[in-house]
């Protein structure tokens, strides 16, 4: 005789019916519901208005961008990184494009970088998006804690396969505070 066990999992209705019966109990004595403890994104700053940070982008904020290039090249070598690389001279260009296997890659990473024309308040920021078979053709930028991530914003192909894996580099130029720290 073969013996079973089912579990009770909570799922449409019942699970909503749950989440409000527990936020219900949630509250101080009055029956009030107690302020959240205070977050990076709620402290507020002299000088700033509230829901602003120092740099003027939350994280996990879209940035706002201007493609300079989006490089794919095949056998390239290279490591996805999700934190995009400020190029402020031929020193930050260096150890960003060390790590690729392609002289092709490097000079037109390289060539890129010179055709960026960043306003004053802009900086140039370079990325690999994409390590794979299917090259992105869009990507977006977000705001993280270290600067800006650069991400593919199109779901890839996981139909295709491929002999040797294409990398994906993006270069950008973004709003220069986006790139600060929070």
């Given amino acids: 005789m073969r013996r079973t066990r089912s579990r009770l999992l909570a ?33 507020e700053r002299p000088g700033e208005t509230p829901g602003e940070t120092a740099t003027g982008y939350e994280v996990g904020d879209v940035v706002p961008h201007e493609r300079v290039a989006l490089i794919t090249e095949s056998a390239a070598g290279g490591e996805v990184s999700p934190q995009a690389v400020v190029i402020d001279d031929a020193d930050d260009l260096a150890r960003f494009v060390a790590g690729f296997d392609s002289d092709r890659l490097l000079d037109e990473v390289t060539a890129a970088v010179d055709e960026a024309t960043p306003d004053p308040d802009e900086a140039v920021v370079a990325a690999l998006v994409d390590l794979g078979c299917d090259p992105p053709e869009e990507v977006v930028v977000l705001r993280t804690g270290q600067g800006v991530r650069v991400a593919r914003a199109d779901k890839p192909d996981s139909e295709l396969n491929c002999f040797v894996a294409m990398t994906t580099v993006a270069v950008l130029t973004v709003p220069a505070v986006a790139v600060d720290p929070a």
Avoid at 13 to 40: F, Y
């Fill in 11 to 43: 799922t449409g209705p019942t699970a909503a019916v749950l989440v409000v019966a527990l936020a219900a109990g949630c509250g101080d004595e009055s029956g009030e519901v107690a302020d959240p403890a205070p977050t990076e994104s709620t402290i």
